[in-house]
């Protein structure tokens, strides 16, 4: 008879709903890319700013973060969950707004992007990045 390990949990980082929160996630993406490797880590902390900024302004309860290679292609995998309901969506473009257009440049600078429902409630937003 032989044992089989799971697979190792994806690094995740549980981050409060307040300002500090993507400072904290931006950190956390810069520590991993480093560790993997990754030097050009802008485009991560970017995806990770606009993803969990979203999550503390129109999400509910804490935010959590992972990110891990996929599996397949290599490419860092950015997910950040969070209890709310509502799903995030592309604003049309505004040139007299003052926020709204994060979301719109962040799909500009990702391989792909999209958001999944929880069983349990709430939602999943990842963001696969470009380069593995």
């Keep these: 008879m032989s044992a089989t390990l799971a697979p190792e949990a994806p690094p995740t980082l549980v981050l409060d709903p307040n300002s500090e929160a993507p400072s904290l996630a931006r950190r956390f993406l810069a520590d991993l890319f480093a560790e993997w490797g990754i030097e050009d880590d802008y485009i991560g902390r970017v995806v990770v700013c606009e993803l969990v900024t979203n999550s503390f302004q129109h999400g509910e309860g804490q935010i959590i973060v992972r990110i891990f290679r996929d599996e397949h292609d290599g490419r ?5 969950w969070d209890a ?27 391989h792909d992007w999209g958001v999944r429902p929880l069983n349990e409630g709430g939602k999943v937003v990842w963001a696969q990045l470009n380069h593995p």
């Excluded at 860092?76 to 950040?80: D, Y």
């Design 84 to 110: 709310g309901e509502g799903k995030p969506e592309i604003q049309p473009e505004n040139y007299a707004a003052e926020s709204g257009r994060g979301l719109l440049l962040m799909t500009e600078l990702v």
């Design 76 to 80: 860092p995998v950015i997910e950040v």
